[in-house]
T-cell receptor, first 116, second 112 residues
């Protein structure tokens, strides 16, 4: 069983609020990822990190920001939530292997965010 | 390009075989994966295949890879109601910073 955790699991919040979605892993993985999952199932990579103090934007433009101050922790923040941010957010991690080789990503259970 | 495509829905009867298909466009893929997502949960790796293999079998799961047609399939034998989930194929590309490119997912529904 993967040791990657996300809190909260469900969040309903009003427009304009600042929120932080937490993601932690205990596997010592260097690489971490945030995905946004549409109601239609498709996964979109919004942020990733190679390690401490490294963050990159993914394929889908997102108004969220991330930080990586500790290896095990990769929080995602929305400064001012809007209804368009309503979605499922999935966090994942993997070992720090070089690109092009076997890369299993371990996923957290997700946070379902609803912005009213 | 880095497009990975799947059909959106598949329904089968319990006990039948399920075949979920995936096509990809980048022939330099090194590894291809199948992930499973159960309702309300994250994704979990089911199986994977290295690009120099044609087939891989793991209990009820059989993965077939046709590199010429850039086609990947997952066959589930004796499908059970617990197999109902969303199945994602994914590929690893050399030099890709994001490591994995996922398909759009196939919702498998197993009917009793």
């Amino acid at each position: 069983e993967a040791d990657i955790y996300q809190t909260p699991r469900y969040l309903v919040i009003g427009t304009g609020k600042k929120i932080t979605l937490e993601c932690s892993q205990t596997m010592g993985h260097d690489k971490m990822y945030w995905y946004q999952q549409d109601p239609g199932m498709e996964l979109h990579l919004i942020h990733y990190s190679y390690g401490v103090n490294s963050t990159e934007k993914g394929d889908l433009s997102s108004e969220s920001t991330v930080s990586r101050i500790r290896t095990e922790h990769f929080p995602l923040t929305l400064e001012s939530a809007r209804p368009s941010h309503t979605s499922q957010y999935l966090c994942a991690s993997s070992e720090g292997v070089t690109s092009g080789v076997y890369n299993e990503q371990f996923f957290g259970p997700g946070t379902r965010l609803t912005v009213l | 390009g880095e497009d990975v495509e799947q059909s959106l829905f598949l329904s089968v009867r319990e006990g039948d075989s399920s075949v979920i298909n995936c096509t990809y466009t980048d022939s330099s893929s090194t590894y291809l994966y199948w992930y499973k997502q159960e309702p309300g949960a994250g994704l979990q790796l089911l199986t994977y295949i290295f690009s120099n293999m044609d087939m891989k079998q793991d209990q009820r799961l059989t993965v077939l890879l046709n590199k010429k047609d850039k086609h990947l399939s997952l066959r589930i034998a004796d499908t059970q109601t617990g197999d109902s989930a969303i199945y994602f194929c994914a590929e690893t590309l050399p030099g890709s910073a994001r490591q994995l490119t996922f398909g759009s997912g196939t919702q498998l529904t197993v009917l009793p």
